[in-house]
């Protein structure tokens, strides 16, 4: 009798080591191991995935690169709404997940897969993320999740795998790191706590550039298309390289508190100094390049799209409405920003663009107006405070 077959998403992590082996040395499964590529890992990496998938013992690995997929639909959507989670958090694993649930899905019914399965825990969000979108992409496809099911520690996953023979650096695996071109994710046992914070050595990136310097990031219409004068087209890349040039600042560090979708406080570490700079470049272009309106209904659905994206929504309708009204909301969204860049921190300094509205005829604040006289200042006062006027008129009567 043929095995069964199950397709696993693999990340090369304890969790996700722990399944492979399980799943095909106590059930007796075949495992084919998929690794859904966000823009976190480069070719060296993913060759040392495969390898390590092949070791534990999966039948057949697959990488499926989906970071431009990512960018194009969520990405770009997050920059445009200025997402933070709790005004923290650019939602960086939280987004990726949706990607890599609808990558692994595909693949496992292009293989006729009978199972799909993946490593989350049963007190986190990810396991939301990922049934929610195998139940609605492919109902007829059972889910198996050993890692949830069994209530698993790390500490027994370790030592699981060191009696089935798997060698690998355990103590390198005591922090949860998921890395995707919008930030990299650390969990650890300081996350579990409310007064701890991670040590200096979690982050995978380290501070070693203490000379400070200034930078320049371009936008049209607002997605990132330059940084320091050098145009790009490809959208990734430049992620890529302002994260190559600010990351070494150590910038873009927190810790990320919120509510989860299953209704429990969470706590992760986090660094991402690129979605850090291009969230707080452009919200700081659009000030200068957005009416008053435009900036707080845009406000109102952005704040709405993160939370949703961040609980395993994304695939409800109205998610393409709210991106309708984020598309249209940046067509003046060009211009160029310069940003400081300091060892631990950054300031933006300022906007070049031929859309800044305080480039006006119409006055300078705080100085000189030019398109209107003082007396229409004094008859616009005048009747603006017209319904307050009334009200404590009114009070005052009845207090007599």
């Given at each position: 009798?043929?095995?069964?077959?199950?397709?696993?998403?693999f990340s090369g992590g304890l969790d996700t080591s722990f399944c492979v082996k399980y799943l095909s040395e106590e059930c007796g499964y075949d495992v084919y191991t998929a690794i859904a590529n966000t823009g976190g890992f480069n070719q060296e990496e993913l060759k040392s995935i495969e390898e390590r998938a092949y070791k534990l013992g999966a039948v057949k690995h697959a990488s499926l690169d989906i970071t431009q997929e990512y960018y194009q639909k969520s990405i770009k959507y997050m920059v445009f709404g200025n997402i933070l989670r709790n005004g923290t958090y650019?939602?960086?694993?939280s987004s990726e997940r949706i990607f890599q649930a609808i990558a692994i899905i595909n693949y496992a019914k292009e293989i006729g897969a009978d199972y799909v399965a993946h490593g989350s825990t049963g007190a986190g969000n990810d396991q939301v993320r990922f049934d929610l979108t195998f139940q609605i992409l492919a109902p007829e496809i059972g889910i198996i999740t050993p890692t949830r099911d069994m209530t698993l520690t790390r500490e027994y996953e370790i030592e699981y795998l060191k009696k089935h023979g798997y060698t690998a650096d355990f103590k390198k695996m005591e922090y949860s790191i998921n890395k995707g071109l919008w930030g990299t994710s650390i969990g650890g046992k300081e996350t579990l706590k409310s007064n701890q914070t991670l040590p200096e050595a979690a982050y995978p990136s380290q501070m070693t550039a203490?000379?400070?310097q200034t930078i320049t990031i371009d936008f049209v219409n607002g997605e990132i298309a330059g940084i320091n004068g050098t145009a790009y087209d490809n959208k990734v890349t430049a992620i890529q390289d302002l994260e190559a040039i600010a990351a070494p600042y150590a910038?873009?560090?927190d810790m990320h508190i919120g509510d989860t979708i299953i209704g429990i406080k969470g706590r992760v570490g986090f660094e991402a100094a690129a979605p850090m700079l291009i969230i707080a470049a452009h919200k700081m272009l659009e000030k200068h390049t957005l009416t008053k309106w435009q900036q707080y209904w845009k406000d109102q659905v952005g704040t709405w799209y993160g939370m949703f994206l961040h609980?395993?929504?994304?695939l409800e309708p109205v998610m393409r409405d709210i991106e309708a009204f984020l598309d249209s909301s940046q067509q003046n969204v060009t211009g160029r920003v310069i940003i400081e860049l300091h060892p631990y921190r950054y300031v933006l300094v300022g906007i070049e663009s031929d859309?800044?509205?305080m480039k006006s005829d119409f006055g300078e604040y705080g100085e000189v107006n030019k398109a209107w006289s003082a007396d229409d200042v004094k008859g616009f006062t005048k009747i603006l405070g017209n319904q307050m006027k009334i009200f404590y008129s009114i009070q005052n009567k009845n207090k007599k």
């Open positions: 009798m043929a095995k069964k077959k199950v397709v696993l998403a650019p939602i960086s694993v203490t000379q400070s910038i873009g560090r609980e395993a929504q994304y859309y800044d509205l």
